[in-house]
Every structure is written in structure tokens, then in C-alpha cells.
């Protein structure tokens, strides 16, 4: 294949399929270049966990923030900016000595855009679809994180419009943070449910 | 539709691989697919195209080229372009020519807007039948088609969480174009071992369901 007019070369029968895609959709002005562009670059540079990770640490430093998260947490991601396609309606479901909630979409995909952004390609696989609802003790041991037995764990199977986010517990050791600084240790995975947020980890 | 989709507590899966630092994107072609699913003209039917893959195909190919599959399978039922234009296309990419670019600015500015608060949509419905901390049986028989019904659930019992405002049957909007029948929904929670024999501490399953796949226990 030779490269005309200076344009990279398709690297895949995927990109080729996507690229064919996109021209016919283009040519019957069924989409425009830019509003795809819009949508691309939100992803990249703005949508993605830092922002639930901003939430949660809102919620631990303010029990009025965290209150209004636990009740309406498509109200309290709007406070911070945060909303639209797969977050018009959102649950904040909290972790507490006795619970540890994790989430998943058994029948597809279904994550809290707004909030954590592109899910993971393992959050949409079947290995995680299949066992998370049936053995969910066994999937975040390999995950690295050991719920003890008296803990009640709950899997939250998205299959409406609701998105799920899990509000992680403060870890200890944490007094002396800022929220921002809080707001390191809250990784995607804590607010999935597959992690917990330790102290020195980076988000 | 009990489709290769429907993967809740299905068993020979091996263990979840994790990738580390994972982007968005893995490859560009991969957000374009992403943009043009949120913004081009579409019919409805989004997962409902995808369910109806081949079930081989659904388990070998990312989620990006279901994503493609969708699109491309909608257009095509609706008569929005035909299998010759797509193949013809694929031939002059594939031959060097540059995809076309086409502005919009007005619509550039409605895609961000997607992507912020807005106001949600309310619906009217008849009033819920059930009610928070009512015992609940999943129906066993479901019109074919697409589902928001796991069926994993079917037959089972559990317990009314949490009632919510009524919302269109996705059942409904997604196997018939669209059509719009509001009902009330439900998150109901499952004790595991109801669901399966399970060895050691059990757990609790909570899933968000419509009227039509419920009845009182």
C-alpha cells in the first residue's frame, strides 16, 4: 500500500473498517469531523477518574458534600462540572467496616463516564463479567485485596440507566491531607470497588 | 434475548487481566468510533445490534469493533447507506484517500454539551406496584428481543431496595425502534446463595430492574 498524499497508512483491518466508516457517514452528512473531535479530546484531556477522585475526597473532608453524594450523586458531580452521557443518573454506594460494594455491567458495558471516564478493558471483558456477580470474593483477591469473611460484599450489576460509583473509607493516617492531596490516592480501581485507597499510592 | 452477551455467573472464564496505565484510547480509529456512536444521526438499538453478533465474534473482538458493528449494522437495517458504499469506501482508504472532513460547528458544540450536566428527562407511568423492602420473583418468560433482564435472575427471588421514578423500558426502546413506554424500575437486592450454590461467605447481587421482569413472591 503506498502512502498518497502524506496520510498515515492503515495499520489494521479495524482502522480501515473505522476509517470507511467514518467517510460514509461523513459523505451522507450523517456526521461531522469535528463534533467527533469534540468528543475524542474530551476523553483524553478532561473526562476520566480524577474526577470521582476529586468527589471522594470531597466527601471526606465535607459530611454536607458527602451527604448530598450518597443522596443524589448526579447532583453532586454537577457541582463539581461533572455530568451527561452515562451520568444523568448516578448512586454513590459507600464502603463501611461492614460492606464493601464493587460494580459491574453484566450484560455490557455500563460505567459512570463522567466521573471515571472509558472503562477499562477488563471491566467490560467476560472473565469479569461472568465472575464478579457469582464469585466476587475470589476476583478482588486477585485483585490484591482480601475482604474478610464478616464483611458483606455487594455487586452492583448496572442494567438500567443508573451508574454506580463506590465512595471508598478514608484510610487511615490521612489527618494531615489536603483534599487535593486525598484526591491522589483515590484511584479508578478504588472507585470500582477492585481496590482500596492506600496511603502513598498514586492515583 | 439470551444471547452470548448475557455473562452474568457464567462459569470457564479465566482470571480478569488487568492492563496497567491503560488510556482511553488504545488507538486512534478507536475514539472515532467512540465520537461518531455519541454524535452521528442513529437509529436505536445500540446494544440490542450488538447482542445480535455472531457469539464467536462477540467473544474475539474488542469492544471498539462491537461498537463498530452496532453502527454499521443500524445504518445498514435503516437503509442510511448500503453494504456496496461502505465496501467502495473501505477500497479508497485502503487506496490512500484521506477519510473526508466535514464542520459543524453547531454540532461540535452540542457534542461537548453531551458530556456536561443537563437536565434530566421525566416520564409518567402507572404507579409501582411494589414497594421498598417487598419480596420480589424474577418472570422466567420475556418477549424475544433486547433485555435488561440478566438471566441469571430469572426465577429467582429477592428483595426491593429502592423504588425510582419510571423511565423507559429499555426492553421496549431498543427491540422496537425506539418506542417509548415509561415504567417504574427497581433496585432489588439478591442473596448469592439464592442464585447459586456458593462455598464459603456469601454475597449480596442488587440489579436494577423494570416492572415487566418483576412479580410479587
Known sequence: ?203 | MDGIHDLGGRQGFGRVLAEPDEPPFHEPWEGRVHGMSETATLDPGFRYAIERMDPADYLTTSYYEHWLTSIETRCLEHGRFTRAELDAAAERIAAGEPVPRRLDPEAAVAARAMLRPRPKSTYSAPPPVHACGDRVTVVRLLPSGHTRCPGYLRGASGVVERVHAPMPLLDVFESEDGRVEPQAWYTVAFAAADLWQIAGPGHTVLVDLWERHLEAA
Open chain 1, 1 to 203: 500500500m503506498s502512502e498518497h498524499h502524506g496520510h498515515a497508512r492503515i495499520k489494521s483491518p479495524q482502522e480501515l473498517r473505522a476509517a470507511a466508516l467514518e467517510t460514509v457517514l461523513i459523505e451522507k452528512g450523517l456526521v461531522s469531523t469535528d463534533a467527533v473531535d469534540a468528543v475524542v479530546d474530551a476523553f483524553e484531556r478532561e473526562i476520566g477518574p480524577q474526577n470521582g477522585a476529586r468527589m471522594v475526597a470531597r466527601a471526606w473532608v465535607d459530611p454536607g458534600y458527602r451527604k448530598r453524594l450518597l443522596d443524589d450523586a448526579a447532583g453532586a458531580a454537577a457541582e463539581l462540572g461533572f455530568g451527561g452521557s452515562e451520568g444523568d443518573h448516578m448512586r454513590a454506594v459507600a464502603n463501611t467496616p461492614e460492606v464493601h460494594n464493587v460494580i459491574v455491567c453484566t450484560l455490557c458495558s455500563c460505567y459512570p463516564w463522567p466521573v471515571l471516564g472509558i472503562p477499562p478493558v477488563w471491566y467490560k471483558s467476560p472473565p469479569y463479567r461472568a465472575r464478579v456477580v457469582r464469585e466476587p470474593r475470589a476476583v478482588l483477591a486477585e485483585f490484591g485485596l482480601e475482604v474478610p469473611a464478616d464483611v458483606e460484599v455487594r455487586v452492583w450489576d448496572s442494567s438500567a440507566e443508573l451508574r454506580y460509583i463506590v465512595l471508598p473509607m478514608r484510610p487511615e493516617g490521612t489527618e494531615d491531607l489536603r483534599e487535593d492531596e486525598l484526591a491522589q490516592i483515590v484511584t479508578r480501581d478504588c472507585m470500582i470497588g477492585v481496590a482500596v485507597p492506600r496511603v502513598g499510592a498514586a492515583a
